[in-house]
């Protein structure tokens, strides 16, 4: 709704209200027609303001208006901006807070725009699969010019108020009471001539060499964008805005817009936005739930092992206000990682653009140091042992009560959580390097865990601008679990005939950022085969004859040892999977060496090579991920399909217009997927992870259920196992 007043004797105020961050709904758009038509028809009112309830302008449309077009109700929002734009008496917009999608667009239909020097502005549009659609890809390129609107728009990110105002997109700044301002300023256009006010009468500012330009962006945005079409949509709805008059503009920005809006991605993206609201409304087998379980406040937390990861972790605590305790006992590590800390807080503060972080960090080489921390996030090298001997120290220095945490991926939390005198107090915290940038954090129960313990946690991942995923224990608990499967079938279709380059080029273009052998080579070979040794997998050599490619009666290939052996550790060593210019180097090439290894490998095993197709390459490595992720809701490990899709989204380089493996599984059609499965376990019954799950055969036999209708019977199945 909209209230509506007048203020200053001659100036129609028309506040938004609709909490929290008053979105064009159709009952507000019907107020802002009124309202608009109230303060033009009324001769005292000589200029009007536009300004949103609570310290908030507006966040843009409706997203759960978007199901359909036919479905939206209420005034168009096309029709009510142009009305304010053609009004005959100047509109001010008062934002504060923010000015989002529609809420920007409405902003641009008005004369002039006053901002907080708090405010901020953006069209993001483009991160739910669409693009501006009520004119903000035809006015922004004319107000603020082509290059600067391809920038913001192709991206979605927000700005500034200051660099708002650099732009020209908004005419003043207040430091106070912007509603104030926007007033008095009002005031003082009443009776001007508005004709260089309305932004569809201007032409796009000159760009020397227009075609070279868009060529440039539309090359740079394919190469980002990996295969989503919001964001080629927006370069081709600004270049509309360069060269066509207002009103075709806006009739190819109302065609592209239509395409978008009923596409598969769009679909994938909404859903991805509304997941991940999901995932914070966590809970847990024992019924204990986020709104019924309340955390304590953490005023002191402490950081034990100052590797890459805890430096990183130490980073993202601090910038949250905290006072750190960071400790590392190794000398060398210990005077590196003071280093490393503070540049890595300068940089984030640079990138930022906010001051340095508040928060004390206090150093120590001693574990007594954390004897008066609220939570400890243990962060040493990932061996069991050593994590137990710290785990039974801090159980002894920590005082009664204190939480502690494990920043493990793959060890079992409830074996750490035994060697300490208060079991319940345990958990894992999941971060994804590096730990003070990547937005990932699972946060892992056991069956003892307290839910006090997980709704603190889960606070504190959201209080360092994560997104927080509750997930069980068990190997590798959601991602790393669901990631072997994917792995083992990459390393098989190699000893089948394909190369890391053909394999991973299919992944690319699917939409990773990286194919499976090429995050090999970036994370390092050895750290796999280091775990592999441990549970007694590799064989000097790969092993020979049949037992070599068979391990506890399941097909396991060894070309990783093999590689290993030959000092191949990936970038770190200049060789891996593919070789580099230099140790460290980051540009994969292919190595000639890699034809002759596989060839000589393929003979010893009496395999022969056959052709391998793109398809084949994407159904075996993501359906036997997906598989396993139904193994994961089966087993209650995650909680529903959006916990695995937010995870695989924002820790795993899973392209998120393809909505994360479960929703890109329901995409496909379930029943394909089972019926894929079945044809590659028929012809390979020694790898067990092929094997389709109950669940995904229960699913497809419920008539497969859209993917927020799966909870229903994945409860039945977990209540009759």
């Not at 001051?355 to 990932?382: C, M, N, R």
Request: hydrophobic share 40%.
């Amino acid at each position: 709704m909209t209230q509506y007043s007048r203020v200053s004797g001659s100036v129609g105020l028309i506040t938004l209200k609709n909490p929290p961050v008053n979105q064009l709904s159709a009952v507000v758009r019907h107020g802002i027609v009124d309202t608009v038509q109230k303060a033009l028809s009324d001769p005292k009112v000589k200029s009007v303001v536009i300004c949103g309830q609570n310290g908030m302008f507006c966040g843009g449309a409706d997203i759960k208006e978007f199901q359909t077009l036919a479905n939206m109700r209420g005034p168009p929002l096309i029709p009510m901006i142009h009305s304010i734009e053609a009004a005959d008496k100047p509109v001010v917009a008062a934002i504060e807070g923010g000015a989002f999608g529609g809420g920007l667009e409405l902003a641009l239909g008005c004369h002039y725009r006053i901002a907080h020097s708090k405010a901020k502005v953006g069209l993001p549009e483009v991160t739910l699969g669409l693009l501006p659609a009520a004119g903000g890809s035809q006015r922004l390129p004319r107000l603020i010019g082509v290059p600067a609107a391809l920038s913001l728009i192709t991206t979605g990110r927000h700005i500034t108020a200051a660099e708002a105002l650099q732009l020209g997109l908004v005419d003043q700044v207040a430091d106070h009471n912007t509603v104030d301002a926007a007033v008095k300023f009002a005031l003082s256009v009443a009776g001007q001539s508005l004709d260089a006010r309305r932004i569809s009468n201007f032409q796009c500012p000159p760009v020397p060499n227009m075609d070279a330009l868009f060529e440039d962006v539309m090359q740079k945005v394919r190469t980002t964008a990996r295969g989503a079409i919001a964001p080629i949509a927006c370069v081709q709805a600004v270049r509309a805005a360069a060269t066509l008059p207002y009103t075709q503009g806006m009739q190819r920005e109302k065609e592209l817009m239509a395409t978008l809006f009923t596409s598969g991605q769009a679909r994938a993206l909404q859903y991805c936005f509304f997941a991940q609201r999901v995932v914070g409304r966590w809970s847990m087998p024992s019924g204990a739930r986020w709104d019924t379980s309340k955390g304590r406040p953490i005023h002191k937390a402490a950081v034990i092992g100052l590797g890459t990861m805890g430096r990183g972790i130490t980073v993202a605590l601090a910038q949250t206000g905290l006072s750190v305790v960071a400790v590392e006992t190794q000398e060398k590590q210990f005077m590196e990682a003071k280093k490393a800390v503070s540049s890595m807080l300068e940089r984030g503060a640079k990138r930022s653009g906010k001051p340095l972080a508040h928060g004390k960090i206090t150093y120590s080489q001693s574990l007594q140091a954390v004897a008066d921390v609220d939570l400890v996030i243990e962060a040493v090298f990932e061996d069991m042992g050593l994590k137990k001997k710290v785990f039974q120290q801090l159980s002894a220095v920590c005082k009664p009560g204190t939480f502690l945490c494990t920043n493990t991926s793959t060890l079992d939390v409830d074996e750490l959580a035994s060697q300490t005198h208060q079991p319940e107090l345990v958990v894992g915290m999941h971060f994804f390097a590096p730990a003070h940038i990547m937005k990932l954090l699972e946060v892992v129960y056991g069956p003892r865990s307290s839910p006090e313990l997980v709704a603190v946690v889960m606070e504190l991942g959201k209080k360092m601008g994560k997104v927080s995923v509750a997930v069980g224990n068990c190997r590798g608990f959601v991602g790393n679990r669901m990631l072997k499967p994917y792995r083992d079938q990459a390393y098989f279709l190699l000893e089948e005939g394909a190369t890391p380059q053909l394999i991973d080029q299919a992944l690319e273009e699917f939409g990773f950022a990286m194919g499976a052998f090429k995050v090999s080579d970036l994370s390092g070979l050895d750290v796999g085969w280091k775990v592999r040794k441990e549970e007694g997998l590799v064989q000097p050599g790969g092993g020979s004859g049949k037992s070599a490619r068979i391990r506890n009666g399941v097909r396991y290939s060894p070309l990783g040892d093999l590689m290993c052996e030959q000092g191949r550790f990936g970038q770190k060593t200049g060789r891996g999977w593919y070789q580099y210019d230099k140790p460290g180097s980051r540009d994969a090439r292919p190595d000639p060496w890699m034809h002759s290894f596989l060839e000589e490998y393929r003979a010893r095993h009496g395999l022969v090579a056959r052709r391998i197709s793109n398809q084949e390459v994407l159904e075996r490595c993501l359906y036997a991920m997906i598989n396993e992720g139904f193994r994961v809701l089966e087993d209650g490990i995650a909680a529903g399909p959006e916990d695995i899709d937010i995870i695989y989204v924002f820790g795993y380089g899973w392209p998120r217009h393809r909505g994360g493996p479960m929703f890109y599984a329901n995409m496909v059609g379930l029943e394909i997927v089972l019926e894929r499965l079945e044809h590659y376990a028929q012809a390979n019954p020694d790898m067990p992870t092929l094997q389709p799950c109950s669940l995904l055969r229960k699913l497809v036999a419920s008539g497969s259920p859209p993917v927020n209708k799966w909870k229903e019977v994945i409860k039945n199945v977990r209540s009759q196992l």
